[in-house]
């Protein structure tokens, strides 16, 4: 039976600190420099990655695979769920204007879209349909998706099976890793969490 490992890996925090960054193109900060390489350390078990091309998983995936000769594809359709009108906010500037809408797009983001934002409906296809071509392209090897919070979120919920509604019921860490393992291949195929949110 073949068996593929992928690991994930957010991206560490990025200049300008926290916000609804969504698809602006913020490097990242020292400090996410030292986050990512102290979540990796010298661990580097990986046959190929793939990272969203955006700067704050782009910087780390390509100096990650020079430093050990890894093969490295950037794919579009990695980057963040585009948040629209709230993209370069802080929660408290949104909870300034109307302090109830996060809890309402947290409890109910199908029916909470931010305004010009990409629906989660969107996101799930883009998503779902980019982890099942790197499934079949990587079939039986251990690669490393160097990606966002929201892609991790929505993989993970569609491994899970559970409700589109409820991702952001998962919290993920800046570079924290999450492994998921899959034992055969297309519909017969057994996805399994193996771990989340740790540092390998």
Sequence with gaps: ???????????????????????????????????????????????AIVSSPLLRCRAFAAELAKQNAIALAYDARLKEIGFGEWEG???????????????????????????????????????????HSILDEYAGRHILIVGHAGQMRMVIRHVLEMPLDRMFRIQVPNAGVTRIRVDGQGDEALPRLMFHGQSL
């Design 1 to 47: 039976m073949i068996s593929t490992t992928i690991d994930m890996i957010r991206h560490g925090e990025p200049v300008g600190g926290r916000k609804y960054r969504g698809q602006i193109d913020d490097p990242l900060s020292e400090k996410g420099w030292r986050q990512m390489r102290e979540a990796v350390g010298d661990d580097c078990p990986w046959d």
């Design 89 to 131: 906010k802080t929660a408290k500037t949104l909870m300034d204007e109307d302090p109830d809408i996060l809890m309402r797009f947290w409890s109910d983001p199908l029916n909470n879209t931010p305004p010009g934002a990409e629906t989660l409906v969107e996101f799930q296809n883009r998503i779902i349909t980019v982890w």
